[in-house]
């Protein structure tokens, strides 16, 4: 299915045509306004029969739209990882409320916890919803390579950051994206009501419709144990070091 997003040029069969004013990937609803009427519309893209300017239908249930930008933001790193750019990371996890993942594109050094930021690298599927775009000057519905592309006009010094090799990394990505492409994404984050830290990787699914995960579990990426063993141990210590009197209590 063709993009759906603000300033598309849609054709309604009473109406003629259109252009949509705003969206909701996460329930189908979009507003749009009409020749010259001041009031925009609110419309059904499931029921509607709500068309594209040149007569494709929108068939918003049959064939959904990702909800969430990590699948897409997936394969772009995929292809920057093979041009040469491999210290290029992606962090993903959910929100408290669990309707919405957060991503973070970083490059630089591999430090989960420290984590590099620039403006227009890191967002929401709160906002991809209503505005499916990654924000640096690219159009909705862009390829792999397009994005990438973008992303290298918008911010050529933060991308040059990721020039690099880092080898381990890039076989751990490319072996999830092979499970997980186009359907699925992965999360660094878990639900810890849920309990500890799962065995394997969580995997979201990037639209309605798609079934349950069935593939192989994925390993999480290379220095992540080992960077929460360490962290564990380091609030051990710290907590141990604060039971200890000092000496003016003794």
Same mark, same amino acid.
């Given at each position: 299915?063709?993009?759906?997003?603000?300033?598309?040029?849609?054709?309604?069969?009473?109406?003629?045509?259109?252009?949509?004013?705003?969206?909701?990937?996460?329930?189908?609803?979009?507003?749009?306004?009409?020749?010259?009427?001041?009031?925009?519309?609110?419309?059904?893209?499931?029921?509607?029969?709500?068309?594209?300017?040149?007569?494709?239908?929108?068939?918003?249930?049959?064939?959904?739209?990702?909800?969430?930008?990590?699948?897409?933001?997936?394969?772009?790193?995929?292809?920057? @990882? *093979?041009? +040469?750019? =491999?210290?290029?990371? /992606?962090?993903?996890? &959910?929100?408290?409320? %669990?309707?919405?993942?957060?991503?973070?594109?970083?490059?630089?050094?591999?430090?989960?916890?420290?984590?590099?930021?620039?403006?227009?690298?890191?967002?929401?599927?709160?906002?991809?919803?209503?505005?499916?775009?990654?924000?640096?000057?690219?159009?909705?519905?862009?390829?792999?390579?397009?994005?990438?592309?973008?992303?290298?006009?918008?911010?050529?010094?933060?991308?040059?950051?990721?020039?690099?090799?880092?080898?381990?990394?890039?076989?751990?990505?490319?072996?999830?994206?092979?499970?997980?492409?186009?359907?699925?994404?992965?999360?660094?984050?878990?639900? @810890? *009501?849920? +309990?500890? =830290?799962?065995?394997? /990787?969580?995997?979201? &699914?990037?639209?309605? %419709?798609?079934?349950?995960?069935?593939?192989?579990?994925?390993?999480?990426?290379?220095?992540?144990?080992?960077?929460?063993?360490?962290?564990?141990?380091?609030?051990?210590?710290?907590?141990?070091?604060?039971?200890?009197?000092?000496?003016?209590?003794?």
């Amino acid at each position: 299915m063709k993009p759906v997003a603000p300033g598309t040029v849609i054709f309604h069969r009473y109406r003629g045509y259109g252009v949509i004013t705003s969206v909701n990937l996460l329930t189908g609803w979009i507003s749009a306004r009409f020749g010259s009427e001041g009031r925009t519309l609110d419309l059904n893209l499931s029921s509607d029969q709500v068309q594209h300017a040149d007569g494709e239908p929108i068939l918003f249930r049959c064939a959904p739209p990702d909800r969430m930008p990590q699948a897409r933001l997936m394969a772009m790193m995929r292809e920057l @990882h *093979r041009a +040469g750019y =491999q210290r290029l990371y /992606l962090y993903s996890w &959910p929100k408290p409320s %669990g309707l919405h993942w957060r991503w973070h594109l970083f490059a630089g050094p591999r430090n989960w916890m420290q984590r590099s930021w620039r403006e227009g690298w890191y967002g929401s599927g709160a906002d991809y919803n209503l505005n499916p775009v990654l924000g640096w000057g690219d159009a909705p519905g862009a390829s792999a390579q397009e994005l990438a592309s973008a992303l290298a006009r918008s911010d050529p010094q933060g991308l040059a950051q990721a020039l690099g090799r880092d080898e381990d990394h890039t076989l751990w990505f490319d072996a999830v994206c092979d499970a997980l492409l186009p359907d699925y994404a992965f999360s660094l984050g878990w639900d @810890h *009501r849920d +309990g500890p =830290q799962p065995e394997g /990787l969580p995997v979201i &699914p990037v639209r309605r %419709g798609v079934p349950d995960y069935a593939g192989p579990t994925l390993p999480w990426p290379p220095g992540w144990a080992r960077l929460w063993t360490t962290a564990r141990t380091d609030l051990a210590v710290r907590t141990v070091r604060a039971d200890v009197p000092s000496d003016a209590n003794r």
